[in-house]
């Protein structure tokens, strides 16, 4: 199984950024998938998440800014970054798992990617 993120960079504030992750090694459209981002010192959050089914959960922080997608066909999860902040700045992961639980939860097994860092600047 491989994730590899693109699409991150730097912007200023109120810019947009869309990130890609795109998957290989496993059947993409049965498994949920999602966002977190990790800031310096901080501890990594649950960004937006997206389930087989197409439903969608954000976190309060980006709701009506973010928007997250994906593309069955291409084995691509997107992540549309709108009115950004400087407080948006973290490194971005892309996720995928079996099942959601509550919250930003991921059960069973479970991938990461490696990351793409996200800069605003105000």
């Known amino acids: 199984v491989q994730l590899v993120e693109s699409g991150g960079g730097s912007v200023q504030a109120g810019g947009s950024l869309r990130l890609s992750c795109a998957a290989s090694g496993y059947y993409f459209s049965n498994y949920c998938m999602g966002w977190f981002r990790q800031a310096p010192g901080k501890e990594r959050e649950g960004v937006a998440n997206i389930d087989s089914d197409g439903s969608t959960n954000y976190a309060d922080s980006v709701k009506g800014r973010f928007t997250i997608s994906k593309d069955n066909a291409k084995n691509t999860l997107y992540l549309q970054m709108n009115s950004l902040k400087s407080e948006d700045t973290a490194m971005y992961y892309c996720?995928?798992?079996?099942?959601?639980?509550?919250?930003?939860?991921?059960?069973?097994?479970?991938?990461w990617g490696q990351g793409t860092q996200v800069t605003v600047s105000s």
């Open positions: 996720v995928a798992g079996q099942a959601l639980g509550a919250g930003f939860k991921f059960l069973g097994d479970k991938y």
